[in-house]
Every structure is written in C-alpha cells, then in structure tokens.
C-alpha cells in the first residue's frame, strides 16, 4: 500500500510517510490502520486578521494539527515562520505523537504553525496576532485536550501572551494548558535548555554503548540555536570535544576544542561564527567533515542521497526534526554510521514540558534542581529501553526503525483497546 502517490504533501511529510510505510510493512500492520495513522485526527487553519501599525491590514494563515489522541491529550509546539505550511505541520504533528510515545509520555502528538515572519513585526503587533491565534483555536485546546508549547521563534514571552488570551476567551483559568512558560507564570526554568540537556544525555548514554563513551570524542554541531549551544555546552561539561559549528551563515573548524561560552558571546554581539579562531567552513563541509559524533541541529532534509555518502562521523545523533531524509538513512546503514533518531534525540524539549505541565496540575511543588535529574532520568531510560528492545526483536534494523516500531505499536495497541481502530 503506498500512501504518498494519493496525497498532496511537502517534502517533509512525504519522508515521514515513507518511514511510516517502511515501518509499518516490518510490524505487519493492516491497511486500514496504516492509513488511520498517516491522517491526522483534525487540522485547524485559522485566519488572523491584524490592523498594523501603518494602518493596513495584514492577513496571516495558521494551523494547529492534532495527529493522535490514543495515548492522551495532543502535545506539541506552535512555530512562527515565513515557510510553515499545513502539510508541514501534519508531518511534526506526527513525529509528536512517534516521541512522546517512544518516551512513555501520556500524550498524543500535535503542532501548531502561523505563516509570518515575526521579526517583520513589531512587538505590539506580535503580541496581536499570538493573541488572534488563541481566539481562533481556544475550543480545541486545555489541559487535558491539547497542551501547546514554544518551538520555532516562539518563546515564553508568547506562551504567556497565549495563556493570558486563552483565560479571557474560554473563562478558565489553567496554567497547564500551555508549557515552557516564564518562570513567573508556572514555568520551569529548566524548560529553556531541557532540548539540548535532553540531547547531550542521550549522545552520552549512546556513545557508552558504541564509542566506549564520551570522553575526548570529537563532535560537530550544526546549529547553534538554543538546543545547538546547549547541547555544546552539557557535551563539553561531560568531557566530550566539540571541534566545529555552525549558523545559517557558515562554521568553524577548531581541533582543539571549541569553547560555547566564546561562540555564544559571538552570537550575542552579533558577530558570526566563522569570526572565532579556526578554519572557516560551509555548512554542507560541516556536515562531511571528519569526527566522531556529527549533530544536525538546524533544519530538516540537510542530509541526503546528495552527500550521505560523504558522511565521515560514526554516530549522527538528531538534533533537528527530519534532517535525514529516508534516502539517507539507507545509504548510512550500509556505511555503519549509527543514526540515533530524532524522535528520541530531541525528546528533552518534551519532557521538559512534560514535567512543567505535571507540575502545574499538582500545584508548583518540583523544584528545578529535581526538573532537571527527572529529565535526564527519563532519556536515559528512553535510550535503554530502545536499546533493549533494538537487540530483542530489530537488531536487523536501524536505530530508527527500532524506535519508530516501539513507538507505533505502541499507539497502535492503544488505539485498539479504546476502540479506535
């Protein structure tokens, strides 16, 4: 059964459909659930309509698609971008609901979306239209119906624009209908690193199992956003060597080591990358250059039938959603480099939320300090169980097939006892 030639998609949801379909055929899945699972349960697209400050009005299109329920309430990001589409949005929505499954997470998966680019706007106006996007979807979310949460160029600031414009429409007052909120407001701090905390975690506990640790491995990152720079960060605190970085400007190779801390700085005086002390690189050298743990932290499809081959690192561990496309993953298996998949590399972000949003409904009683090891815990514990489950029953297979199987059958069994499939 294929179900990429009967749908519209982008590239992105095209490459998830794929790995679903590969997967699905490995589970012997019958059609009718294969097709249930590559359509989400509902797509939203809203209108929002906002008066400028020129005086003209501007007309932005938004999406939230809530791909599964079995498990529990749709989780998942909202993105602001220039480039964001439905089928976009479908696509994340599902590899929501692959994560949070994978992490044993009561939740389904969601993802939210507004075609802008936010830094066209200014601040006022940016609050108007997070405001707008809330009052057009207010009914399909809560607590316990869809939790969303920051993602691309959405921060606490507009989460808490969001649950101040969801209190007034909908009469309730419930603080964990959104996550990765300010601290102020029921947030965690641990909420704004827990992405790249989550993704060195699993790097490190990987890397015991295939390199015989972390310790001197040299690693390379591409994109040094937030989860890109902390995952710098907790890789250089556990003693591996991050030799190179990017941005969407170019990177840097430095044997030596590279210090985050510098390159933050950089950044921050908005100096590029490739000004610190090395040898400048493009992003596409970065990504076939020599070392032992390479990190696509950036934007999804960067590698491909075009350059897996090229790929020089033993393990690639997913820092962005989707930077390998499915072309990719069979040209590194039959190279030997281990793909740690981002359904569970970049789960941090979610278990982060996770663990704020539990603490808003029992009432703010965990600390930071006690955030930060339930995370840490939770990966570790994601990792071996895949691990363990990979040797059992995959072992033929790659990592992601593993995870994904885990994850779909998961959803699958779920969805049968309730009766849904």
Known sequence: MSLISDIVTSDLYTQQLKKLERVSQILSLENDVIESLSQPE????????????????????????????????????????PNVTQTEVMALSMMMTWKNSLLGLPYGGGKGGIRVDPKSLHRDELERLSRGYVKAIYNYIGSDIDIPAPDLNTDPQIMAWFLDEYIKVSGKVDFATFTGKPVEIGGLS????????????????????????????????????NVGYYAAKFLTEMGGKVIGVSDSKGGIITENGIDPEKVLELKKNGEPISSYEGKKVTNEQLLTWDCDILIPAAVENVINKTNASQVKAKIIVEGA?????????????????????????????????????ANNKMGDIVEDEEAKKLIITRMEKAFNNMYQEHEKKFSEYDFRTSAMAIAIERVVRASKLRGLM
């Not at 809203?46 to 400050?53: D, P, S, Y």
């Not at 690193?193 to 491995?217: C, P």
């Not at 930077?323 to 972000?349: F, Q, W």
């Open 42 to 81: 509902r797509v939203i697209q809203v209108k929002v309509n906002l008066k400028g400050n020129d005086g003209r009005v501007k007309t932005f299109i938004g999406w939230r698609s809530q791909h599964n329920s079995a498990l529990g309430p749709y989780k998942g990001g909202v993105r602001f971008s």
């Open 190 to 225: 641990v909420r704004e690193y827990s992405t790249g905390l989550g993704l060195a975690t699993i790097t490190k506990v990987a890397t015991e199992k295939i390199l015989d640790g972390i310790e001197g491995k040299r690693i390379i990152i591409q994109g040094f956003g």
């Open 321 to 357: 959603n989707g930077p390998l496309t499915a072309d990719a993953d069979d040209i590194l298996r039959r190279n030997n480099v281990t793909v740690i998949p981002d359904i569970l590399a970049n789960s941090g972000g979610v278990v982060g939320s996770y663990v704020e949003w």
